[in-house]
């Protein structure tokens, strides 16, 4: 169902790479509440995925390749996209993050640093030089909505989440450090939103992802939310409906965040031990 949330409304989409990308689930509600918007990822991501399925999905929308942690690449895809758009932004949604210490299956104990450094850089920094490089342009609206993607290992200890938890935890203060500054310059607001556990492409990569996934939707009141739920909410937060939300990490994980225990899982332990 539209409610027109984003009629007439401009922007810039990062990070959709097929069918199983919250970012593809974004573009796709950005779509149908009425946004016109460029999609972008990577140039390896573009060619790899399946981003031209879903610029005709979206009407026909633009794709203009950028490495995320190139500022060159940035300041000019803001500025062909506000060529292409017709004017300023009124929301970029940030959705990029990868870790090659997670992708070689390497211990948090046994970390690579330069890979590490390519993990802050790609999953934390870029955010950083985005922001910078729309706050340099003057590309956003008055009261424009800028938001990206995190998630709980920021504030909790989840041990196969390796380096990604560091740069979680950095992306979140990027935010609110940003939104700040954002904020008393033209109410531009700058969130993240902490997302469940989600059945992406980079998401599945990580180590014992399908034990956490299901101990995730145990413990949660209202189990996992999925990637068209979160998009969802994305949207709420792109729209002025949100004008006076800003500097937060949201949390959209199905009451996850304030659980320490559920039955389903105090349950699951009793079978366990009654089988030994």
């Not at 993607?149 to 200890?157: C, E, V, W």
């Not at 560091?166 to 904020?183: C, V, W």
């Not at 980079?202 to 956490?212: I, L, N, Y």
Request: net charge negative.
């Amino acid at each position: 169902m539209s409610y027109n949330l984003l009629s007439g409304k401009k922007g810039i989409i990062f990070g959709a790479l097929d069918e199983k990308s919250i970012s593809w689930a974004v573009a796709k509600r950005a779509h149908e509440e009425g946004a016109t918007f460029v999609l972008t990822n990577a140039p390896i991501a573009i060619r790899m995925g399946n981003i031209s399925d879903l610029a005709q999905q979206c009407g026909g929308a633009r794709v203009i390749g950028a490495d995320a942690t190139v500022v060159s690449d940035l300041e000019n895809l803001i500025n062909q996209s506000m060529e292409h758009l017709g004017g300023k932004l009124d929301f970029v949604l940030h959705s990029v993050g990868m870790s090659l210490n997670v992708r070689k299956k390497r211990p948090y104990t046994n970390l690579d640093y330069d890979f590490m450094h390519k993990t802050m850089d790609i999953s934390a920094i870029s955010f950083h030089k985005l922001l910078q490089s729309l706050y340099k342009a003057d590309a956003m609206v008055a009261g424009g909505s800028v938001l990206t993607l995190s998630y709980m290992a920021a504030q909790r200890t989840f041990p196969d989440y390796n380096d990604m938890a560091e740069a979680k935890a950095m992306l979140e203060s990027i935010t609110r450090s940003f939104g700040y500054h954002y904020g008393i310059k033209n109410r531009v607001r700058v969130n993240s939103i902490s997302q469940s556990p989600t059945q992406t492409t980079a998401g599945t990569g990580v180590g014992g992802f399908d034990s956490f996934y299901e101990f995730s939707d145990k413990i949660s009141p209202l189990g996992n939310a999925n990637a068209a739920e979160c998009a969802d909410y994305c949207i709420t937060l792109l729209s002025d409906l949100t004008r006076m939300v800003t500097m937060q990490n949201l949390f959209h994980d199905g009451g996850f965040s304030s659980m320490g225990v559920s039955h389903r899982i105090m349950d699951r332990l009793d079978l366990l031990q009654s089988a030994e």
